[in-house]
């Protein structure tokens, strides 16, 4: 059974930085990633991690958060990472982890198949 488990979610203001990880069981995924819904909004693509099979993996991110959002992922661990840094309101979301195995779908069509549960992030300003 797949499981997909977030944390690291919090309040921080407005300039600080927050982690997110989560953690994968069940099985490897080529690509982990992360979306985020904000109230009233539609859920939207942030970021994503494609791995080769090796160690290296490319990256691609949503143009809100490039600069200052860094995706990486430990394999050994099947954990996927989000470093946020230099947070504003506007990132104020419920964030949620995603695995597929379809390398391009995250991004291009901000679908995947597995889904974890979420974990709410607030910048205050």
């Known amino acids: 059974q797949v499981q997909l488990v977030e944390s690291g979610g919090g309040l921080v203001q407005a300039g600080g930085s927050l982690r997110l990880s989560c953690a994968a069981s069940?099985?490897?995924?080529?690509?982990m990633g992360w979306f985020r819904q904000a109230p009233g909004k539609e859920r939207e693509f942030v970021a994503r991690?494609?791995?080769?099979?090796?160690?290296?993996?490319?990256?691609s991110y949503a143009d809100s958060v490039k600069g200052r959002f860094t995706i990486y992922r430990d394999n050994a661990k099947n954990t996927v990472y989000l470093q946020m840094n230099t947070l504003k309101p506007e990132d104020t979301a419920v964030y949620y982890c995603?695995?597929?195995?379809?390398?391009?779908?995250?991004?291009?069509?901000?679908?995947?198949?597995?889904w974890g549960q979420g974990t709410q992030v607030t910048v205050s300003s």
């Open positions: 995603a695995a597929d195995d379809v390398v391009g779908r995250m991004a291009q069509q901000g679908s995947a198949d597995y």
């Open positions: 069940g099985r490897t995924f080529r690509t």
């Open positions: 991690a494609s791995t080769t099979g090796r160690s290296i993996y490319y990256a």
